[in-house]
T-cell receptor, first 110, second 116 residues
């Protein structure tokens, strides 16, 4: 059974702080790793993807991947109230469907 | 570029009734996915199509769920008969092609199904 684990939260941070979201996965054959953001009542939207060990930065977002530890994380710098949402971690092998975690709810207070 | 379209957006039915959902993927996207998202959980794959062929339907409850993708474009997902536990959001997603390590999937707005 291929699994993706996330802390469901809620994770609460003040505006301007760094939010750190974590994810572990069970399938060592996983090749690509995604972070989706999902606002309440909306569909998931892609924030970032990563497939090499290390860090990948895009604006205020940084994805980190450690394949040896089977660990993926997402850092959100200068958190804004508009970042309040559920963040879904997803993994896939080449050409297969995404396997999602249950998501972590982030709440950014102003 | 138009996104993934789904209809209806909302549906309320009684248990044992039938329901169908429709999805139109992004133009040119060969791969189409149906996911089920129960409240408080992440999306779970029901079925994956490559053009009009089924790639993965291992998690589709085939005694009540069926799906087709005629002509490799639009797709319909049917539930017959519905059970209370089928209450969920049904998400359709599409991606450009299968077989690459980077496989960005674009999601439609979803259909929220309530079974009473």
């Amino acid at each position: 059974q291929k699994e993706v684990e996330q802390n469901s939260g809620p994770l609460s941070v003040p505006e301007g702080a760094i939010a750190s979201l974590n994810c572990t996965y069970s399938d060592r054959g996983s090749q690509s790793f995604f972070w989706y953001r999902q606002y309440s009542g909306k569909s998931p939207e892609l924030i970032m993807f990563i497939y090499s060990n290390g860090d990948k930065e895009d604006g205020r977002f940084t994805a980190q991947l450690n394949k040896a530890s089977q660990y993926v994380s997402l850092l959100i710098r200068d958190s804004q109230p508009s970042d309040s949402a559920t963040y879904l971690c997803a993994v896939t092998q080449a050409g297969t469907a995404l396997i999602f975690g249950k998501g972590t709810t982030l709440s950014v207070s102003s | 570029e138009a996104g993934v379209a789904q209809s209806p957006r909302y549906k309320i039915i009684e248990k044992r009734q039938s329901v169908a959902f429709w999805c139109n993927p992004i133009s040119g996207h060969a791969t189409l996915y149906w996911y089920q998202q129960i409240l408080g959980q992440g999306p779970k794959l029901l079925i994956q199509f490559q053009n009009n062929g089924v790639v993965d339907d291992s998690q589709l409850p085939k005694d009540r769920f069926s799906a087709e993708r005629l002509k490799g474009v639009d797709s319909t997902l049917k539930i017959q008969p519905a059970k209370l536990e089928d209450s969920a959001v049904y998400l359709c997603a599409s991606s450009l092609r299968r077989g690459s390590s980077y496989n960005e999937q674009f999601f439609g707005p979803g259909t929220r199904l309530t079974v009473l």
